[in-house]
């Protein structure tokens, strides 16, 4: 089993930037897929970024050049730098893992964009 730790979470104004973090107890290396995903009160789970094995990367369009996703093989983190933040992304953000049939999940960390 691997275990995903969310951080970086926090309260923030409108225009401002968060970096979350989601470290990985094992090598993420043969993972696939590494997502963030959020969900707001009352809203279902949606996913935000995605960056593949090759580095691929992808956004939903809300965020798209505000958000940017990483991931650092050697140091089993991917990261979501979060510019320009809104009010709407107001959320828990999850960190996701995919290795072969297995999907791995992290606890969440809080994001409030608030004044």
């Known amino acids: 089993q691997v275990q995903l730790v969310e951080s970086g979470g926090g309260l923030v104004q409108p225009g401002g930037s968060l970096m979350l973090s989601c470290a990985a107890s094992?090598?993420?290396?043969?993972?696939?897929?590494m997502d963030w995903y959020r969900q707001a009160p009352g809203k279902e789970r949606e996913l935000v970024a995605r960056?593949?094995?090759?580095?691929?990367?992808s956004y939903v369009d809300s965020v798209k050049g505000r958000f940017t996703i990483s991931r650092d093989n050697a140091k089993n983190t991917v990261y979501l730098q979060m510019n320009s933040l809104k009010f709407e992304d107001t959320a828990v953000y999850y960190c996701?893992?995919?290795?072969?049939?297995?999907?791995?999940w992290g606890q969440g960390t809080q994001v409030t964009v608030s004044s």
């Open positions: 996701r893992g995919v290795r072969g049939r297995e999907v791995f």
């Open positions: 094992g090598s993420i290396s043969s993972f696939y897929v």
């Open positions: 960056v593949t094995g090759g580095s691929l990367k």
